[in-house]
C-alpha cells in the first residue's frame, strides 16, 4: 500500500516558514533540546521584523494573508546550518515566514535559540511502516521551525553542556 503525502504549494514557495503550531514567546510545550529529532539547532540574532501581505491565487480563487517576516543573522550552531533562499548571498540573515498570531514578539537585536525540523514533502510508504522502519522519501525535504522552535537565549552554558561546541560559526560575527 502507498500513501502520498504533500505540503501545500505556498510552503514551497516561500522558503523556511514556521511549524503550524504557536511559536509564542508563553508556548506550553517547549521544544525539546534533543539533538536527536532536530535537524538545526543555532543561535541567531533578530535583525528585522517586517510584516507583509501575501497574494495566492489557485484556479480562480484570489485570496491574501497577512504574515510577518524575521530576518536572523546565524551565529553559531549545531547540525545542518540553513541556508538562505535562492538568490540571497551566504552572509543575508535568514529570513522564517510566520502568521502574525504566531510572532513572539522579540525585540529586534535579541538573541534567540532557533529548533528546527526537517520535513518532508513527498513521502511514498511501502507496506506496513510499524514493521518495515522509514518511509522511502522522494524529495530532501525542507527546514522548518519545530513546534515552539523560536525562543530568547536565556542560558548560554546550559546550551553549550546540552550540545558541546558549536559545529559551525557564522564567518562574518
Known amino acids: ?3 502520498f503525502f504533500a505540503l501545500s504549494a505556498s510552503l514551497a514557495l516561500t522558503g523556511i ?30 535583525v528585522q521584523r517586517r ?3 501575501e497574494v495566492f491565487s489557485f484556479d480562480d480563487t484570489r485570496g491574501s494573508r497577512p504574515l510577518v517576516e524575521l530576518r ?8 545542518e546550518r540553513p541556508s538562505p533562499r535562492p538568490g540571497d548571498s551566504a552572509t543575508d540573515p535568514l529570513g522564517i ?8 514578539g522579540f ?14 514533502g513527498t513521502v511514498v510508504r511501502m507496506g506496513d511502516s510499524t514493521q518495515t522502519g522509514q518511509p522511502t522519501r522522494l524529495e530532501p525535504g525542507l527546514l522548518m521551525l519545530a ?5 530568547v537565549l536565556d542560558n548560554e552554558e546550559r546550551l553549550l553542556h546540552t550540545f ?7 564567518a562574518n560575527p
Open 1 to 3: 500500500m502507498k500513501e
Open 17 to 46: 516558514l514556521a511549524a503550524p503550531t504557536g511559536l509564542s514567546s508563553q508556548c506550553q510545550n517547549q521544544a525539546n533540546l534533543d539533538s536527536a529529532t532536530a535537524g538545526s539547532v543555532f543561535v541567531a540574532q533578530l
Open 51 to 53: 510584516p507583509f501581505m
Open 72 to 79: 536572523l543573522r546565524l551565529l553559531y550552531g549545531w547540525k
Open 97 to 104: 515566514v510566520i502568521a502574525p498570531r504566531d510572532d513572539p
Open 107 to 120: 525585540a529586534v537585536g535579541t538573541q534567540v535559540l532557533v529548533l528546527m525540523q526537517r520535513v518532508y
Open 147 to 151: 513546534p515552539c522552535g523560536l525562543r
Open 164 to 170: 558541546g561546541e558549536p559545529q559551525w560559526r557564522d
